[in-house]
């Protein structure tokens, strides 16, 4: 069965630093990884989606980066602001079926 | 990016009641859709698939019977959840990867945040 863990769990930084989100599954069957934004109350918004024959993804101050060989993923952000405050999701996409498996999330504050 | 809506967005019901939850894909066709259900501060966890034109296929532990799901169109998905009761207060979200393409990168709606009183 298919676990997705995501590290750490909560995450609280001065704004401006650069940090990292971990993501870790146990099925290395083919597969796409997808980030996910999540803010109180509402629904998810899409970041980066890596597909299997990637090996990571950019867009503007996010970077997303797959290795396969050890079944992890991170995602890399630059320059932190206060608007980045959220939660942060990894979800395990099976190129099969399409069914995604979501980890806990990493929740972050970015404080002024 | 492709849309998907769900309505209604927020529902409040009375114990023993059922609620219908719909999900729409307004710019794609999608044979395929997924049922997510949240609870407060945890991650989503799938509930079943919606098949258009065939039945759904529930995870385990999801009780079919209780969580009535119709795939009747490439773009329509509808969630009934039949004698609600608080503990199926939740956010319950959809997600569908479009027919064609092969990324299967996830378009989520918006949820429903159900109330069960």
Known sequence: KQEVTQIPAALSVPEGENLVLNCSFTDSAIYNLQWFRQDPGKGLTSLLLIQSSQREQTSGRLNASLDKSSGRSTLYIAASQPGDSATYLCAWISSNTGKLIFGQGTTLQVKP | ?117
């Open chain 2, 1 to 117: 990016g492709a849309v998907v809506s769900q309505h209604p967005s927020r529902v409040i019901c009375k114990s023993g009641t059922s609620v219908k939850i719909e999900c729409r894909s307004l710019d794609f066709q999608a044979t395929t859709m997924f049922w997510y259900r949240q609870f407060p501060k945890q991650s989503l966890m799938l509930m079943a698939t919606s098949n258009e034109g065939s039945k759904a296929t529930y995870e385990q532990g999801v009780e079919k019977d209780k969580f009535l799901i119709n795939h009747a169109s490439l773009t329509l998905s509808t969630l009934t959840v039949t004698s609600a009761h608080p503990e199926d207060s939740s956010f319950y979200i959809c997600s569908a990867p479009p027919t064609s393409g092969s990324s299967y990168e996830q378009y989520f709606g918006p949820g429903t945040r159900l109330t069960v009183t």
